[in-house]
């Protein structure tokens, strides 16, 4: 799978929108954009996805450039809750044998009251 | 909402030990998976496995790891002689298939430590 690559942390305030970036310059026709969060002393959980179009959902949006090699995930208003890690993982499931989820280092966001 | 459980929450045991970590997936997934978090770093992939046999394994994943679903609800990973080194958080979580869309559904994690 292709590599991602997010800044370290981000900070945000409580209830405000936060956009998270995501670079995937060598993103193939194939891959997906998955965005898995871990909230702390818990397991990744699964926040949204998409190939092309932008896609809502009830936890957050997803904007993908028109290229395809940057995404961003946008939380409307974030909460005290949103503070995790939040990974941006690339799958291609024609060329992913086990299905395997390939974590990088994420960004940490932090959320002030 | 299904989820997907973890037993115990915490092991400890000395090195050289076998352990046996144990999952219970969404009852009507078919893909499982055993990942480890060691402290501070990255999550890695460990194993998957589908049809009652392992789909694909990471270098991590060496003799002394084996996975079984010894009956219809359960999934265990098993360290025969376990290190200090695999002292970590692991990570069970399951899936639907393989289709573009499934989620994989983390588990809350074992704590294991190794003295």
């Known amino acids: 799978d292709a590599k991602t690559t997010q800044p370290n942390s981000m900070e945000s305030n409580e209830e405000e929108p936060v956009h998270l970036p995501c670079n995937h310059s060598t993103i193939s026709g194939t891959d997906y954009i998955h965005w898995y969060r871990q909230l702390p002393s818990q397991g990744p959980e699964y926040v949204i996805h998409?190939?092309?179009s932008n896609v809502n959902n009830r936890m957050a949006s997803l904007a993908i450039a028109e290229d395809r090699k940057s995404s961003t995930l946008i939380l409307h208003r974030a909460t005290l809750r949103d503070a995790a890690v939040y990974y941006c993982i690339l799958r291609d499931p024609q060329n992913n044998a086990g299905n395997m989820l390939t974590f990088g280092g994420g960004t940490r966001l932090m959320v002030k009251p | 909402e299904p989820e997907v459980t973890q037993t115990p929450s915490h092991q400890v045991t000395q090195m050289g030990q076998e352990v046996i970590l144990r999952c219970v997936p969404i009852?009507?997934?078919?893909?499982f998976y055993w990942y480890r978090q060691i402290l501070g770093q990255k999550v890695e992939f460990l194993v998957s496995?589908?049809?009652?046999?392992?789909?694909?394994k990471s270098e991590i994943f060496d003799d002394q790891f084996s996975v079984e679903r010894p009956d219809g609800s359960n999934f265990t990973l098993k360290i025969r002689s376990t290190k200090l080194e695999d002292s970590a958080m692991y990570f069970c979580?399951?899936?639907?298939?393989?289709?573009?869309?499934?989620?994989?559904?983390f588990g809350p994690g074992t704590r294991l430590t190794v003295l």
């Open positions: 496995f589908y049809n009652n046999e392992i789909s694909e």
């Open positions: 998409g190939l092309t």
């Open positions: 979580a399951s899936s639907g298939g393989r289709a573009n869309s499934d989620t994989q559904y």
């Open positions: 009852s009507n997934h078919l893909y």
